[in-house]
């Protein structure tokens, strides 16, 4: 069955520390996202990328980074820098077929804490 | 201001009543997008729509483009159907999506 496949599920982070949050995707999608969801609100758009090595900042993009050396891989890493990261970490897909609307696809989520 | 607004916030429903939960947004458009999302966090697709009306099983979405306001419809609720339901637009310029809060949604056996 095709996917995305966030890992870890669960991911403790010490002050000082950086972690990186795994996405994969089998779906042959061009386009990748990685949202934050916090209670009350809606996801915000951390970075998104539409094509392998390009990749933009959303709308919350400090304290975070990203790669995109594969079409199926889109890693989220959580820098020291982030001084609030405790939050549930969604990652998307979708294609991007131009005059066409393609639904995001999504993962299960990670949920990052401080320990 | 969220550029989408959900109502209401929270829902508890009886089993088998007719549920609405209202998406309005206050953007321009190229489509929007209905999502559930289960207590453990995973996030479905339900409906994309950009115009009308779409049925799926016991779910059917509506989108009224002038008005700027969706709905989506759960007929014959069920306790299955409780779950976070969260509308998300794209906007007609560039790919991203915005989200609202969502409505939770509890249906009592």
Same mark, same amino acid.
């Given at each position: ?10 991911? $403790? ?38 094509? @392998?090595?390009? $990749? ?9 980074? @990203? ?49 | ?109």
């Amino acid at each position: 069955d095709g996917g995305i496949t966030q890992s870890p599920k669960y991911l $403790f982070r010490k002050e000082g520390q950086n972690v990186t949050l795994s996405c994969e995707q089998n779906l042959n999608h061009d386009a990748m996202y990685w949202y934050r969801q916090d209670p009350g609100q809606g996801l915000r758009l951390i970075y998104y990328s539409q094509i @392998v090595n390009d $990749f933009q900042k959303g709308d919350i993009a400090e304290g975070y980074s @990203v790669s995109r050396e594969k079409k199926e891989s889109f890693p989220l890493t959580v820098t020291s820098a982030q001084k609030n990261p405790t939050a549930f970490y969604l990652c998307a897909s979708s294609r991007l077929d131009r005059g066409s609307n393609q639904p995001q696809h999504f993962g299960d989520g990670t949920r990052l804490s401080i320990l | 201001k969220n550029e989408v607004e959900q109502s209401p916030q929270n829902l508890t429903a009886q089993e088998g009543e007719f549920i609405t939960i209202n998406c309005s947004y206050s953007v321009g458009i190229s489509a929007l997008h209905w999502l559930q999302q289960h207590p453990g966090g995973g996030i479905v697709s339900l409906f994309m729509l950009s115009s009308g009306k779409k049925k799926h099983g016991r779910l059917i979405a509506t989108i009224n483009i002038q008005e700027k306001h969706s709905s989506l419809h759960i007929t014959a609720s069920h306790p299955r159907d409780s779950a976070v339901y969260i509308c998300a637009v794209r906007r007609n310029t560039g790919n991203q999506f915005y989200f609202g809060t969502g409505t939770s949604l509890t249906v009592i056996p």
